[in-house]
């Protein structure tokens, strides 16, 4: 069965610096992909990146790129630049692919940027 | 991406009654998913809406609670029927978009609070 685990349950930047999300997963499946969502205070989730098990290059977003270390089983969301609208809850995801299967979702990061 | 109009956006219900929530895809898809995230929790699938066929429901989920419909390849609705407070959450379709499991977008969410 497919997890994915987020230790961090709440995390605090300044303005204009770098944070790192902690995402670990763990499937059985050769192929998958990963995904990052931002969900505001209106519950809306908001797709910011994606990452596939057998992609070799890590996956860039204009200020959000993604630390995939396929050994280590982890997907790690990295915000550059942090701005105040950044705060919001932040989910880690996967799915194995080929077939639409469901998106198993991590506890969440609640991110806190402050001026 | 896909845009996805989700109605209604937020509503009150009394216990006991009904509510159908629809989402409207501005291209066709063939899956539609559709979440549950209650209060300070993290996402879970409720059911998968395929055209043309009968939803597919997680374990914990049942169709005479969570009624869904898939009329054609853009719309779909889940029924959360005979509401009690625990059924106060925020309810999300989510479609993967061009066919690509790659790419997975969600509507704006339905808050639901039941009293």
């Known amino acids: 069965a497919q997890k994915i685990t987020q230790t961090q349950p709440g995390m605090f930047v300044q303005e204009k610096e770098a944070v790192t999300l902690d995402c670990t997963y763990d499937t059985s499946d050769p192929s998958y992909g990963l995904f990052w969502y931002k969900q505001p205070s209106s519950g809306e989730m908001i797709f910011l990146i994606y990452?596939?098990?057998?992609?070799?290059q890590n996956a860039t977003e204009g200020r959000y790129s993604l630390n995939f270390q396929k050994a280590r089983k982890s997907a790690n969301l990295v915000i550059s630049a942090s701005q105040l609208g950044d705060s919001a809850m932040y989910f880690c995801a996967m799915r194995d692919l080929g077939g639409f299967q469901k998106l198993v979702f991590g506890t969440g990061t609640r991110l806190l940027v402050s001026p | 991406s896909a845009v996805i109009s989700q109605k209604p956006s937020r509503d009150i219900c009394q216990r006991g009654t009904s509510l159908t929530i629809q989402c409207q895809v501005d291209s066709q898809v063939t899956m539609m998913f559709w979440y549950r995230q209650q209060p300070g929790q993290s996402l879970t699938l409720i059911a998968t809406a395929n055209q043309g066929s009968e939803a597919t429901y997680e374990s914990g989920f049942v169709i005479d609670k969570f009624p869904i419909s898939r009329p054609n390849l853009t719309f779909s609705t889940l029924t959360v029927s005979n509401m009690s407070p625990e059924d106060s959450s925020i309810y999300l379709c989510?479609?993967?978009?061009?066919?690509?499991?790659?790419?997975?977008?969600f509507g704006q969410g339905t808050r639901l609070t039941v009293v």
């Open positions: 989510s479609v993967d978009s061009r066919g690509f499991d790659t790419e997975a977008f």
């Open positions: 990452q596939g098990s057998y992609d070799q």
